[in-house]
């Protein structure tokens, strides 16, 4: 039977060792579990605060259709993914992505995959502020984050 | 339509959402982006870099050779920056 990924996108924190008892709970038949959990960084003490806003509905239909592609190219057992919105401060989590697999192999790719994918796809936007009080700044996108996504399009076998 | 604008572009623009009739001989994403822009300053200015702006379409993303159809909903907004 096909995994149903958990899919949420909220303000509220997470706590990735719940959410990693979520797919180990009860079970036998996990032998690989891969969480990563992206976290505010406070720039060298510049920052004062991430401002993250998101497109409700697409964000989640997006975070769906990626988690959705993931389960369909790895064997996967279980599937999260969590995204925050609002107002972060430096130390605080952001995104938490936790895949398990029988093996290991399958659940480090679709984590890396997911993360590829949520960074080029999903519709979220950070908006920096700082210490010093300047207006905030948007964060642009990275075209390393492009090229890490094309990875898992272009010619997947040879490149990795 | 209803129209939608995040992060840069929703400053830019001014407002979070707005509904226009579409005019005649607006079928893609394209030619009404072409018809924001003459709406006033602050279209012009947000859609000044059309390379920069990415589109939703009822909330899937397209590129601007996309024909509007019946969509509902269409959205503009910077690159993402999630994750």
Same mark, same amino acid.
């Given at each position: ?34 969480? #990563? ?27 769906? *259709? ?50 590829? #994918? ?32 094309? *990875? ?9 | !339509? ?57 909330? !899937? ?18 690159? !993402?920056?999630?994750?």
């Amino acid at each position: 039977m096909q995994v149903k990924p958990l899919v949420r996108v909220q303000a509220e924190d997470f706590d990735a060792g719940e959410e990693s008892r979520r797919l180990t709970e009860g079970r036998k038949d996990v032998g690989a579990l891969v969480t #990563f959990t992206g976290l505010c960084r406070d720039e060298a003490g510049t920052l004062s605060a991430l401002e993250l806003e998101h497109y409700p509905g697409m964000a989640e239909a997006e975070l769906g *259709r990626i988690a959705a592609e993931a389960i369909g190219r790895w064997p996967l057992t279980g599937l999260t993914v969590i995204h925050r919105f609002g107002r972060i401060a430096p130390g605080e989590n952001i995104v938490l992505v936790v895949t398990a697999s029988k093996h290991r192999r399958a659940a480090f790719e679709a984590a890396d995959f997911l993360m590829d #994918f949520l960074k080029t796809r999903a519709p979220f936007w950070k908006k920096e502020h700082r210490v010093s009080g300047d207006a905030g700044t948007w964060v642009d996108a990275k075209s390393g984050d492009d090229k890490d996504a094309a *990875r898992w399009t272009a010619d997947p076998i040879s490149s990795r | !339509m209803n129209i939608r604008y995040f992060a840069w572009v929703r400053e830019r623009v001014g407002v979070e959402e707005e509904t226009i009739e579409v005019p005649g001989g607006v079928n893609t994403v394209a030619d009404l982006i072409s018809h924001l822009k003459t709406l006033d300053e602050n279209h012009a200015a947000a859609f000044e870099e059309d390379d920069a702006i990415r589109i939703a379409l009822d909330q !899937m993303h397209v590129e601007t050779d996309a024909s509007l159809g019946n969509a509902r909903e269409i959205a503009f907004f910077p690159p !993402m920056t999630g994750g």
